[in-house]
């Protein structure tokens, strides 16, 4: 039982380091979301980048700190709302720092028994249609 | 230290389901290659669909296998040797199934002792402009 464990803890490790080695190279923006409390849990490069942060100030930041909807409504709760759905669609969000305009892809999922949201961020490029939740 | 241990764990498994979720919403195709034989150890939905394979029938296959490099030489060794130059550019190739003129972008990292590559595969659309690692 002991060597069984041990290996599954080293396959752990190596999915630590892949998951580490696919946020960073990763061209697209994302965040991990707590639903409990909206903060960020962690996000990557790209998604500091487009939030006006370093990626290591992301973690305990509000999303809705970042990033303001374009409807009215909390944030967090729409995301949530459309990942469960059956036909979810893009949130449309401004950057507050910057004012980007942007589109925010979430899918929910449970991990250590909390529901937690990952958030991807589209950069809003002019002549893309937005398809908002709540238009 | 045991306490220590099973807090270490259990970050483990929630970054192993961070990781799997990750690659999953993706909308970009990556496969993990080992170095030592040239073998996916793991891909996405979105590779999987380029490379004419459904995702759980990836581990094993050789990338070269599935990807013929459009120059001469040894597809891995020639993704290993982007990955560790400075400036790096992409590798062309062509996907066997389906004849998809696609670039592979690689990321070189160490895991369990075992240099592993994180490819990249980016559908090569026409219009685009190629910057093959070899032209």
Redesign the interface.
């Known amino acids: 039982a002991q060597i069984a464990l041990e290996r599954d803890?080293?396959a752990?490790?190596?999915?630590?380091?892949?998951?580490?080695?696919?946020?960073e190279?990763?061209?697209?923006a994302?965040v991990?979301v707590s639903v409990h409390d909206g903060r960020i849990v962690?996000g990557n490069t790209a998604a500091g980048a487009l939030l006006g942060r370093r990626r290591d100030d992301l973690p305990e930041a509000g999303l809705s700190e970042l990033c303001e909807p374009k409807r009215k409504g909390d944030l967090i709760e729409t995301l949530r709302t459309q990942a469960l759905s059956d036909r979810p669609v893009p949130v449309d969000a401004l950057v507050r720092h910057g004012k980007e305009p942007v589109s925010l892809v979430p899918?929910i999922?449970r991990?250590?028994g909390e529901r937690?949201l990952?958030v991807?961020i589209e950069p809003l490029s002019e002549g893309k249609v937005s398809q908002d939740a709540l238009s």
């Open positions: 803890y080293e752990q490790r190596e999915s630590d380091t892949r998951y580490r080695v696919l946020m190279a990763s061209r697209e994302y991990f962690e899918t999922f991990s250590a937690m990952l991807r």
